[in-house]
């Protein structure tokens, strides 16, 4: 949280809820902590209007609300050329929602429960801004491996994605990655440094044209490099 904020960039924060008491209680939890609501939105549309007016850091973003959903706002957000590094935190009741997958394929660098308490809540935006992914591993590895496949098999077109590129250890990296491991995790597995495997994860986001951690995940269960249910063990095994 800082000392005074002083040197500091201040983070910059849109708040979209079609509940004017939710951005009212979240506002007043960044404002706490020297976080910029720079401004708040009741609607999909008028989200998409406030990223590209105030160019914010982080936007917490509802999935169902009227005019445009949560889904469609995320897309046209980190589609279009102004949005720089925004990144956007998916707001949801349920954490098992077909909404909150399809958000995450869309972009989207999280998501979070409602109910979040306020230091979750800002630590939260402050872990994505800083270039990471919001990957609750018990969570959100549950929220996909219980759609992915659903999706994949409605499509009928396989997979889209060309892992060719990667090399045998980043194929590693993100195979272990999609489990849920840390960073550090990874590390131990792999007998790595914490530098390397960062190092490794990097080229991986970069080769594979990724925003973070999250798109990553999503990737390896939408290709098949790891079904739902696998665990890191089963992944070194079959490496």
Known sequence: ?????????????????????VRTGFGM???????EVTAEAAD?????????????DVVLMDIRMPVMDGIEATRRILAADTAGETRVIILTTYDLDHYVYAA?????????????????LVSAIRLVRSGDALLAPSITRRLIE??????????????????????????????????????????????????TVKTHIGRILSKLDLRDRVQAVVLAYE??????????DDTLRDT
Request: aromatic letters at 2%.
């Open 1 to 21: 949280m800082g000392d005074d904020g002083v040197g500091e960039d201040v983070l910059r924060v849109v708040i979209a809820d079609d509940q004017a008491l």
């Open 29 to 35: 939890i960044l404002a706490a902590d020297g976080i």
């Open 44 to 56: 999909g549309a008028e989200a998409v209007a406030a990223v590209r007016r105030t160019r914010p």
């Open 104 to 120: 995450l394929t869309t972009g989207a660098s999280g998501f979070l429960l409602k109910d979040v308490t306020p230091e979750h």
């Open 146 to 195: 219980r759609f992915a496949r659903r999706e994949e098999s409605l499509s009928s077109a396989g997979s889209h994605h060309d892992l060719s590129g990667l090399t045998p250890r980043e194929l590693e990296v993100l195979r272990l990655l999609a489990t849920g491991l840390s960073n550090a995790e990874l590390a131990q597995r792999l007998v790595l440094s914490p530098t």
């Open 223 to 232: 290709s098949g490099l790891i079904t739902p249910g696998g665990t890191a």
